[in-house]
């Protein structure tokens, strides 16, 4: 080898001194609100996971999903929670205290990651393209979905479509209105006594019109995911609902159409799906 290793002149070198002292160690504001906000943040954990009433399953209550909670509660979301509410294979959703103004009382819905499995979710992703970058990881897909389902809430909100209100989403969590009253949610469609199932009827397709002509199909509309409370009927889990571009947006709508239909026969009304369909597809303002 011929190269030459020249050495640094130290003609021109610094002394070395003493950068021990040059070197500040002592707390500072930052230091001791971080380690105030470690011990609270371990203090809600103990308080969650020690609570009765959640029922705590690892898979819900991982510690991404717990700093999701308490980014919410610090956030001024939620102030304290409730029981459970309902439970499905994907999600639990929990009744909490919101905010003491806008939003008393609030539902706080948590998707599972590590349990969840996506057999019935991949239909409703496959051929979406908002989803076509997410491959397999199912971290992405919930997160992505939570997202998804706040974002639908929103879009039939503005389509003045009766919905619960979206106020908050963090990784797997979303914080929105609750539908009930003392942390009791309102009855399905399903177990709700109908005094008039003509007016159920007429405003439920009117619903699912104008979630048409905002350019979305709900995909698993029944009597079970539409709430009667307070006098009005509003639409739940909307987290599946799909767009236009959806190559079975079609095949999903006739498949609503065809479970409400369902319900208000047995409600003593003569409508039958393909009507349902027709009708909506008539008197929507957009083409889907």
């Keep these: 080898m011929n190269e030459e290793y020249g050495l640094l002149d130290p003609d021109n070198a610094d002394a070395p001194g003493d950068e021990w002292e040059e070197i500040d160690v002592s707390d500072t504001e930052a230091d001791r609100i971080a380690r105030r906000r470690d011990r609270e943040f371990n203090q809600f954990r103990e308080r969650i996971k020690d609570s009765e009433q959640f029922k705590v399953e690892q898979s819900v209550f991982d510690d991404a999903t717990l700093a999701a909670l308490y980014k919410l509660v610090q956030d001024g979301y939620v102030q304290a929670f409730g029981g459970p509410i309902s439970s499905g294979k994907e999600a639990t959703v929990y009744s909490a205290l919101g905010d003491d103004n806008e939003h008393e009382e609030v539902a706080v819905k948590i998707y599972r990651i590590s349990a969840s499995n996506f057999r019935d979710m991949r239909e409703y992703l496959v051929g979406d393209p ?10 992405r897909i919930v997160l992505a979905w939570v997202r998804k389902e706040f974002a ?14 979206p106020i908050a989403v963090q990784r797997n969590v979303l914080v929105m209105e609750f539908m009930g009253n003392d942390g009791r949610r309102a009855p399905t469609l399903a177990d709700a006594r109908l005094e008039n199932p003509q007016t159920a009827f007429e405003v439920v397709r009117e619903y699912m019109r104008r979630l048409f002509d905002a350019g979305l199909v709900h995909g698993d509309l029944s009597e079970y995911n539409i709430l009667v409370s307070d006098g009005e009927l509003c639409i739940i889990d909307v987290g599946q609902a799909v767009t236009f571009h959806h190559p079975n947006s079609g095949e999903f709508m006739t498949r609503d159409c065809a479970n409400v239909a369902s319900f208000f026969r047995r409600q003593g009304l003569d409508v039958h799906g393909d009507e349902l369909e027709a009708w909506i597809r008539e008197n929507a303002e957009s083409e889907g």
């Design 130 to 139: 908002r989803f076509e970058e997410l491959g397999g990881d199912k971290k």
């Design 152 to 165: 639908n809430l929103e879009r039939a909100r503005k389509a003045g479509v009766r919905v619960p209100e």
